[in-house]
């Protein structure tokens, strides 16, 4: 029996060491098959794991997928508390800056929403969306995306109180919709001011002194006048539409910000090629290509019989170009403006003929040019027709600072371009005038379009919010609920204001919606009391544009709407690709293949 079951063992494969010694002996064989069938198992159950029933049965393996309130919107709330807790600190003019470094290793010194939210690498969908929302208000007005990101930010916060309350979905969003309409509606009664003279110089900084201040609070009047000046210097006749790329930025380091200026016409980071540094009454020619001869694109080789062959060849070349040099001169052209690198000997011959060479490496700055002093750009280097030759008062080159650059002056003269040269002592500071200029010259183009402006400093969320709150509380319907939690939410924006400036935000609150419910819709907060206190905004030249206002409240309404809406969410598996070298030595090996 013994021997019938070690020739059965052996067959099968099982090892000397576990074969019974005699009849009885089969302590071994039990453990080892017993070893074998859990060994199996484990193998089986690795093999297969089931999936679950439903949809992430039919979806392909590591996609992920999420359903129901706590799942699809209870759980991404948290992510979305966290960017608006972010950015909150950064509303207002006596907002916080943030410094991002984003994955490039460039250092962001900012308080701009949208310039925080562009760097940040936001995975979580809610935050996603809100980052959308507010990239399409930078988009259509320049203003006010921070605005909308803390207003969706405070509805999507309310709407959770009321959905864990057991208000359903359908009754919150009917409500938030019910109050956006409401309070779109009661916009156009606020309006305080119209622009109505766009080409007065003192109207045009009164106007935009809030949006320049709101990003440098202290040099608003310097920046606000200069913003207006270029804007003005370049604003084109009536029925044609402003187009803020008239206004170029050149962002000089050194000095201070009182050392800024706008000069009618263009001023470039750059030297002059050659030796003459200045032209007057200058007839300029603009070319996107090389200044020299064309090469030939393909490789040759040049077979000389003798020298006397070879002397005459080079002397060709350099007939080629003198002649080439000489057609321009004989154009009346003596500045050529060039976006290729200069060859040395058309260099020369400029130099001899008295030719005012500047080059460009940026095709904008180019085109930009071109507009200043009416020239055509040219692809090759021939003669310009008359009608494309520019003209300009004085091109000179110059220092600001320690920076050298060339100016393209009209002096005086209508020039369809400006050129606003900034100056402060950090790249940092230059950046932070960059982004107020730019919000300044974006609401002055929307402000042609429509020049009603409403009271600032909180009056006119405090105002909406007094009279929505009236709405709802006579409301019979559910919606009711979203209403009033849509005027808490306005309430929020001017006490995020009073929370900025280190006010008491409980009594500053206090008096402001005591004065708006006696009908003083002008009052706002003063951000620079040490007390409790409110003022006039329309008298203190506090305003904000209809049109900002009015998009960011119908943007952020329609967000949070949507993301009410959303009861799954399916996460595909991302992508494969390179992987980034990293400091392991093993960096392009998957984790398994790893002893």
């Keep these: ?21 005699t009849v009885g002996d089969t302590s071994g064989l039990r ?26 049965q039919m979806l392909k393996t590591g996609m992920k997928y999420f359903s129901g309130l706590q799942e699809t919107l209870f759980s991404n709330l948290t992510a979305c508390k966290a960017l608006v807790r972010s950015l909150r600190t950064c509303y207002g003019p006596m907002g916080h800056n943030k410094l991002v470094i984003n994955h490039l290793g460039k250092s962001f010194h900012t308080s701009q929403a949208a310039t925080i939210l562009r760097e940040l690498e936001l995975e979580n969908p809610v935050a996603c969306l809100l980052r959308t929302a507010a990239e399409a208000q930078e988009e259509e007005t ?24 057991g208000l359903p979905v359908v ?36 106007v935009l002194q809030t949006i320049v201040g709101s990003k440098v609070f202290g040099h608003q009047k310097l920046l606000s006048r200069l913003v207006a000046k270029a804007c003005v210097s370049v604003m084109p006749h009536a029925g044609v539409a402003f187009d803020p790329d008239l206004i170029r930025l050149c962002k000089i380091p050194g000095g201070n910000v009182a050392d800024s200026r706008v000069l009618e ?70 500045t050529v403006v060039i976006g290729g690198k200069p060859d040395d000997m058309a260099l020369f011959y400029a130099n001899k003929y008295r030719i005012m060479v500047v080059r460009l490496r940026s095709r904008l700055e180019l085109q930009s040019l071109c507009r200043a002093v009416g020239a055509t750009l040219q692809h090759i280097l021939v003669p310009p027709p008359p009608e494309a030759i520019g003209h300009c008062r004085r091109v000179y080159m110059s220092e600001i600072g320690s920076t050298p650059v060339v100016i393209f002056s009209q002096d005086g003269a209508t020039c369809p371009v400006a050129t606003l040269v900034l100056r402060g002592a950090t790249q940092e500071m230059l950046d932070c005038l960059e982004e107020a200029v ?25 105002t909406l919010s007094v009279r929505l709150s009236t709405l709802g509380m006579y409301y019979p319907g559910s919606e009711q609920y979203g209403i009033l939690e849509f005027s808490q939410a306005l309430k929020t924006l001017p006490a995020i204001l009073a929370e900025n400036a280190g006010l008491p935000v409980n009594e500053v609150m206090a008096k402001m919606e005591v004065q708006h419910q006696l ?65 392991n030595p093993n960096w392009d090996k998957e984790p398994d293949m790893l002893e």
Excluded: W
Excluded at 31 to 56: E, N
Excluded at 279 to 290: D, G, L, N, Q, T
Excluded at 438 to 450: E, T
């Design 519 to 583: 009908g003083t819709q002008n009052t706002g907060i003063k951000l620079l009391a040490e007390e409790a206190d409110t003022i006039n905004a329309t008298k203190e030249g506090l305003l904000d544009p209809f049109l900002v206002k009015y998009r960011a409240i119908a943007l952020a309404t329609q967000v949070t709407v949507t993301l009410l809406g959303v009861s799954e969410i399916m996460v595909a598996k991302k992508s494969g690709g390179p992987k980034p070298r990293g400091e």
């Design 142 to 165: 320049g203003d006010g995306t921070n605005f909308v990101i803390l207003l969706a930010g405070a509805l999507l916060e309310n709407a959770e109180k009321l959905l864990r309350s």
């Design 171 to 206: 009754h919150i969003r009917a409500g938030y919709e019910m109050a956006c309409k409401e309070a779109l509606r009661l916009l156009p009664g606020l309006v305080c001011h119209i622009l109505k003279r766009p080409r007065d110089l003192d109207e045009v900084t009164l």
């Design 31 to 56: 453990v080892h098959l017993a070893s074998l069938c859990h060994h199996g198992l484990s193998q089986a159950m690795a093999a297969h794991v089931p999936t679950a029933p439903g949809l992430p």
């Design 265 to 334: 016409g263009m001023v470039i980071c750059t030297e002059a090629e050659g030796v003459v540094k200045r032209v007057e009454r200058a007839h300029i020619a603009a070319y996107s290509c090389p200044f020299g001869p064309a090469g030939l694109e393909a490789k040759n080789s040049a077979v000389f019989q003798s020298a006397a062959q070879m002397k005459d060849f080079d002397g060709g070349e350099e007939k080629l170009t003198e002649q080439h040099i000489q057609a321009i001169v004989a154009a009346g052209i003596d």
């Design 438 to 462: 730019h919000d300044g010259i974006c609401v002055y183009k929307i402000l042609g379009s429509d020049p009603r402006l409403l009271p600032g400093s909180g009056a006119t969320e405090m």
């Design 1 to 21: 029996m013994g021997r019938e079951i070690a020739l059965r063992l052996e067959r099968v494969g099982f090892p000397s060491s576990v074969k019974p010694r």
